[in-house]
């Protein structure tokens, strides 16, 4: 078993919809939550950045972290086909950087 | 400001052969993290090099090594390379070792033909 799962999708929507990700884990020692943003043959972008349960905003980002239940979710409100990529959940323990990734979502914003 | 530079963009090799990928950190960073992703898959952690020395490691085999160089540059040698090392190589930096969050470069795709 994967330590974080993540459906690879993908994941259609119309413009202008919510896109709704999750990502489960199985580690208990993970503290930090990060979700990127990866294009087509590009690097990863940071989108969001967590630490404690409860949720985040940014934008039109909501980043929401239940580590009762181990599970972290991302929702893009009011989404755009400039928003059609892939995007991993991430995290890491409480000490050194080795971030552990989920497989990542392909999400497709059709106008 | 820049950002995380790598360097080649594309590369392509032999069943055998030796590799060396480069990065350059964001300004301001002194730790370097290498990653491999897989095709359709999330990357994967190879290692971390901070002060010049690695300071922590993936389930990779000694085939893959590194280097940092004082100006916090790095590099990532793969040798006797297989097929299954086909993917992209994704280069982060932070500043600090156990501090902030990570930035990533474009990335180097190698193709082990």
Redesign the interface.
């Known amino acids: 078993q994967k330590e974080v799962e993540q459906d690879p999708g993908p994941l259609s929507v119309p413009e202008g919809a919510i896109v709704s990700l999750n990502c489960t884990y199985s580690n208990s020692a993970f503290q930090y939550f990060m979700w990127y943003r990866q294009y087509s043959r590009k690097g990863p972008e940071l989108l969001m950045y967590t630490y404690s349960s409860g949720n985040k905003e940014d934008g039109r980002f909501t980043a929401q972290v239940d580590k009762s239940s181990k599970y972290i979710s991302l929702f893009i409100r009011d989404s755009q086909p400039s928003d059609s990529a892939t995007y991993l959940c991430a995290m890491r323990r409480a000490a050194g950087n080795k971030l552990t990734f989920g497989g990542g979502t392909r999400v497709l914003v059709k106008p | 400001d820049a950002g995380?530079t790598q360097s080649p963009t594309h590369l392509i090799k032999t069943r055998g052969q030796q590799v060396t990928l480069r990065c350059s950190p964001k300004s301001g960073h002194d730790?370097v993290?290498w990653?491999q992703q897989a095709l359709?898959?999330?990357?994967?952690?190879i290692f971390?090099y901070y002060e010049e020395e690695e300071?922590?490691r993936?389930n990779f085999p000694d085939r893959f090594s590194g280097h940092q160089f004082p100006n916090y540059s790095s590099e990532l040698n793969v040798n006797a390379l297989w097929l299954g090392d086909s993917a992209?190589y994704?280069c982060?930096s932070?500043g600090g070792?156990?501090t902030d969050?990570?930035?990533?470069?474009?990335?180097t795709?190698l193709t082990v033909l």
């Open positions: 995380v730790t993290s990653y359709g898959q999330g990357p994967q952690f971390q300071r922590q993936g992209l994704l982060a932070n070792i156990s969050t990570q930035y990533f470069g474009p990335g795709r």
